[in-house]
């Protein structure tokens, strides 16, 4: 579970779903700022690690040898898209992909459900990002029994083995769910109606959504319960302040950069002969 002692070992740690564990969503705040509490140091030190992430990515994308895939899955207004410019904008664009999954279209439906998934995984080298994922397919599919229970309730280990092959495979995985609460949904809401510049990001869509919100939490819940593993963590971010949410998952997926065995190939033999001609 969420583990908020003082004494919760490493940064990630405190927002980290302990493996096997009887995780419950309702004790997490997601208006507590864990971990950095003011807004001006927190956007000072978002500036230090992008610059550090900038560094991991290039030597990420030169080392060629690994990858690292960052789930994002949050509630409508959440802060995914927020996250992705935020966090991962600054970063060279030619190491990084996002990839947003929609409702499946009928080709993806014809297959089983991690066959658009597994085709969007990171090539050694790169970063990828997905806003939404297999996730959807134990939650909203959960939500509105899109697929009989019994299909879903297999899901969860087929996605546990999925994710252990991917990191046998050299893909490192971070999970990020962005925990924002039902209040703070409804003042994002409205701002989609109210602010002309964010109108097009309204959908009546999403009010339907926000009916479920309480059968959405307890698919959170079980999901993030059972698929939290060594391989493939999840973390909640409390994300009511956009400030705390874009430095904790910067400073996470910095710190795995960070502790990820990643080195510049060896230069080819002789450089130091080598004269370049007029
Ligand atoms: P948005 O991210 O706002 O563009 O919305 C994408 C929509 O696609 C959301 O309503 C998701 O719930 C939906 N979606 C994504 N993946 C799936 C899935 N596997 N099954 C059903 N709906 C999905
Ligand atoms: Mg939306």
Same mark, same amino acid.
Not at 24 to 31: A, E, G, L, Q
């Given at each position: 579970m969420f583990d908020s002692s003082s004494h919760a070992g490493s940064f990630p740690e405190q927002f980290r779903v302990k493996p096997g564990s009887s995780f #419950?969503? %309702? #004790?997490? %705040?997601?208006?507590a700022t864990p971990g950095i509490d003011d807004k001006d140091r927190a956007r000072e030190e978002l500036a230090g690690l992008t610059k550090r992430l900038i560094h991991r990515q290039q030597l990420l994308y030169a080392d060629n040898r690994q990858a690292l895939l960052v789930v994002l899955q949050a509630m409508d207004t959440g802060g995914k898209d927020g996250t992705i410019r935020k966090v991962f904008g600054p970063l060279n664009p030619q190491g990084v992909r996002v990839c947003s999954f929609k409702s499946p279209s009928s080709e993806e439906l014809a297959h089983d459900f991690l066959w658009r998934i597994h085709a969007n995984v990171p090539r050694k080298g790169m970063i990828r990002i997905f806003n939404r994922s297999h996730y959807e397919d134990v939650l909203v599919v959960r939500v509105h029994n899109l697929v009989p229970t019994e299909e879903v309730e297999l899901r969860y280990s087929q996605i546990n083995e999925f994710e252990h092959y991917l990191s046998q495979n050299g893909i490192t995985i971070l999970k990020f769910c962005l925990h924002i609460g039902k209040d703070e949904q409804k003042r994002r809401l409205e701002s989609r109606l109210e602010r002309p510049e964010k109108n097009w990001k309204f959908s009546s869509a999403d009010l339907a959504e926000r009916q479920h919100w309480g059968e959405y939490q307890l698919a959170y819940q079980k999901a993030l319960g059972a698929c939290s593993t060594p391989w493939a963590p999840w973390h909640v971010i409390p994300s009511d302040h956009k400030w705390h949410r874009d430095y904790c998952v910067a400073r996470i997926v910095l710190e795995k950069l960070e502790s990820m065995d990643l080195k510049f190939p060896d230069p080819q033999p002789g450089l130091d002969q080598i004269i370049i001609g007029d």
């Open positions: #419950r969503m %309702d #004790r997490i %705040d997601p208006s």
